[in-house]
């Protein structure tokens, strides 16, 4: 009778031991797969980049340059992003009526280790009934007229001293010159997309504006970056209403808070993914 008794004793006292061990052991087994450790992603830097600068003016309407345009939706973009994502460091390519060239500006991004990179322009044409905003991202041009949006935002490299050594050969008059860019850094096309439909987004439908798409072309300064990165074209200054909006200290602001609720809504997404 009491060996029966011990050995229920002992049964039980085995048994107790094994769940104890494999409990101990699921617990381990689960550790090695839950992240503890694991530091999530965050956007914590945005390089904004206004286009042309000092003897670059850029294209031109009849009341003002593209350089300053650009210059005061940059730093008010900027301005908007510091106001209500504290968290978020802004660093600009240029402040003032400095020429900056277009590797720089890339390098800038690069060594700051950016999370993202807004590029603004203003746009032109031979045609004052054409208006509108554009974002594009890094790409092979898709027709004729994103390669001459192209040609013309990389023609300020034909400033630049040692430009063909420093751009590897690159001739920004050669559509031939375009065909590399379709085998170069397509590892951030995904999210400069998303970023860029994001900013088209709220051009048209909280600002108000024309929205004529998202596009692809080959520029240089997108080329450069390593990270997810866009060009605005904000509107066409050859556009004479247009160009008033422009220049307008309100359809700025409307500008630049469109492009910041772009940038938010991206955060926030590409954030949630953690």
Avoid at 27 to 43: D, H
Avoid at 97 to 105: K, Y
Avoid at 254 to 267: E, H, N, P, T, V
Wanted: a negative charge; aromatic letters at 10%; charged letters at 25%.
């Amino acid at each position: 009778m009491y060996k029966v008794i011990g050995l229920i004793i002992n049964y039980r006292r085995n048994v107790r031991n094994i769940v104890s061990v494999c409990g101990f052991s699921l617990l381990i087994l689960l550790c090695a797969f839950t992240p503890v450790g694991k530091v999530e992603y965050k956007i914590r830097t945005v390089v904004i980049d206004a286009g042309h600068g000092g003897k670059d003016p850029g294209t031109h309407g009849v009341i003002s340059e593209e350089k300053d345009v650009a210059l005061d939706i940059a730093l008010e973009v900027g301005s908007i992003i510091q106001q209500y994502l504290p968290d978020v460091k802004v660093i600009y390519t240029r402040k003032d009526d400095t020429f900056v060239e277009l590797e720089e500006r890339a390098n800038i991004a690069n060594e700051a280790g950016a999370d993202v990179f807004i590029s603004i322009h203003c746009n032109a044409i031979g045609r004052e009934d054409v208006y509108g905003t554009e974002t594009y991202i890094m790409g092979t041009h898709v027709s004729d007229r994103n390669l001459q949006v192209a040609q013309r935002e990389n023609a300020v490299i034909l400033m630049e001293d040692n430009y063909e050594q420093k751009y590897e050969g690159f001739d920004p008059e050669s559509p031939e010159s375009y065909i590399m860019f379709s085998l170069m850094q397509n590892a951030f096309m995904e999210n400069s997309l998303r970023l860029a439909y994001n900013v088209e987004h709220q051009f048209e439908e909280r600002v108000g504006r024309h929205s004529r798409g998202v596009k692809q072309a080959g520029f240089v300064v997108l080329w450069r970056t390593t990270m997810p990165s866009i060009l605005v074209e904000v509107g066409y200054l050859t556009n004479k209403k247009e160009e008033r909006f422009l220049n307008d200290d309100l359809g700025q602001t409307y500008i630049a808070s469109g492009i910041f609720r772009a940038f938010r809504d991206y955060k926030v997404e590409i954030e949630s993914m953690n």
